[in-house]
Structures are given as structure tokens and as C-alpha cells.
């Protein structure tokens, strides 16, 4: 089972709200700092995701470059 690492910018984020919710995802912030978890919900000027150990984090969509996740590729 073959995988495709999938990205997508912080312009373009709230067009893929349906796909990445429930979705495990790494957050790349402006400055190179990564977070990652299952995203919860994405609005207009935030995201919230949960990490593996459970703890929530509402993360400002100003502050994140691109999110980064895993897609199963159809081969």
C-alpha cells in the first residue's frame, strides 16, 4: 500500500476544510515548529486538533505555513 504526503498552504486551507477534518495531520507554523495530531475542526481564523496524548490545541491560522498529511495513493 503506497502513500502520497500531501501539503497544503495556510492560503489555502479553509477550500480543504471536508478533507482534513478527522484527519491526522502535522501543522508547520511560520516558524518552523511542527504539532502533530488529529485535526477536530477547522474555522475561518483557527484549527483545533488533538494530539496523541489528548491534549486540544487551538492554533491561529496566521500562524501556520502549511499543513501536512498522509494520503493512502490508489495502488
Known amino acids: 500500500m503506497g502513500k502520497r504526503l500531501i501539503r497544503i498552504r495556510a492560503a489555502n486551507l479553509l477550500e ?4 482534513l477534518t478527522g484527519t491526522e495531520v502535522n501543522l508547520v507554523f511560520l516558524d518552523g ?4 495530531g488529529r485535526l477536530t ?4 481564523s483557527q484549527l483545533s486538533l488533538r ?3 489528548g491534549h486540544r490545541h487551538t492554533v491561529p491560522v496566521a500562524e501556520i505555513d502549511e499543513v501536512v498529511f498522509d494520503e493512502v495513493a490508489p495502488f
Open 41 to 44: 475542526a477547522v474555522q475561518e
Open 51 to 53: 494530539d496523541n496524548i
Open 33 to 36: 515548529r511542527t504539532l502533530h
Open 16 to 19: 480543504q476544510t471536508a478533507r
